[in-house]
Structures are given as C-alpha cells and as structure tokens.
C-alpha cells in the first residue's frame, strides 16, 4: 500500500521511472500467478496462456505490480473463494491481451467508470468491509497507459469482476 501510494505521487509529479525492454508477457504472467496461488487456501488460480511467445515492450517490474494489485484485489473482493481465471492472448492485430477474472461481489454500474480514480472504492468494498485505500487501480491505470495500452473493467454484481488489459506487442528485428 505504501509503494502503491509513493507511485501515486511520482505519478502526480511526473517522475514514475520506466525501464523498458522486451520481455515475453507469459513469463511476467506466470511469476505473479505463482506468487498468489498460495494466498488463499479458498482461491485457486487458473491461468490460461498460449503455447507461443507473446513479446512486448515493458517495464517487467512495473507490469508485475499491475498483475500482483489485480490478483490481490480478485482475492479480497472474493471473499467466499472460489476460481481466479488469469488468461494472456494475441489477437490478430499484434494485441497482446490479458484478462484476469474474479467471481466476487463485483461493482455497482454506477461506480464502475470511477473505480480507476485514485482513493475511489466501490460502495460494495464498505459494506463487506474489505481492506484498501483505492490507490492501486489508480496506479495500474496509469503504469498500463504508460505502456500505450489500456485497462477496463467488464463487472456484474454478485458475479465478479473482469480487467482486461491490451499492450502492443514489440516489433522484434532479426539481425
């Protein structure tokens, strides 16, 4: 939380630091699925991923965080358990895309263009009294638009919640 928050700030003032590089998504994906999977004896996490290499250009640490805050949050705002789906495609325009999907309490429609704005909780987070302060999405938000690719939220109450997350591929010059 208070990495979350120091983020939020350099964010503010303009001096988050990126170090990109090339870097294959599954990878990144896997080590944060294997980070998580063992948080919570009533989540298990599924992850889907393609036999091929989805390469894009990022910052691996930065695209971590945004993986580690989406499973944490998936685990939190799912508190009577159940499955984490974590899936990572190319579609045929060189988009690599990631989907990780909860089925918890989700978000009210009313809330859900908001909860991307910094100390913004969904209604529902009071009510079931779960922890956070509403930085993290805030910080995700900005690190994936950082990378020029976009996050957004597909949610029903009651059956959980879906961020989708698009990246450029990179453009990989053979020598």
Not at 21 to 41: C, F, G, M, P
Not at 73 to 88: D, E, F, H, M, R
């Amino acid at each position: 939380m208070i990495s979350d928050l120091m983020d939020a700030i350099r964010i503010q003032s303009g001096r988050l630091q990126f170090e990109f590089e090339n870097r294959d998504l599954r990878e990144i994906v896997t080590e944060s699925v294997d980070l998580w999977k063992n948080i919570s004896a009533k989540h298990e996490i599924i992850m889907t991923l393609p036999k091929e290499p989805i390469i894009v250009r990022c910052d691996i640490d930065r695209i971590a965080q945004v993986l580690n805050n989406l499973l944490s949050n998936a685990i939190k705002y799912s508190p009577g358990g159940g499955a984490i789906l974590v899936s990572a495609s190319i579609d045929p325009n060189g988009t690599a895309n990631l989907a990780i999907t909860d089925h918890g309490i989700g978000v009210p429609p009313s809330e859900a263009k908001q909860i991307f704005r910094p100390f913004h909780r969904t209604s529902l987070a009071h009510i079931e009294k779960i922890p956070g302060v509403g930085i993290g999405l805030s910080v995700s938000k900005k690190i994936i638009e950082a990378h020029g690719g976009s996050i957004s939220l597909e949610t029903t109450i009651g059956l959980g919640s879906t961020f989708r997350i698009q990246l450029s591929t990179a453009t990989i010059q053979v020598a």
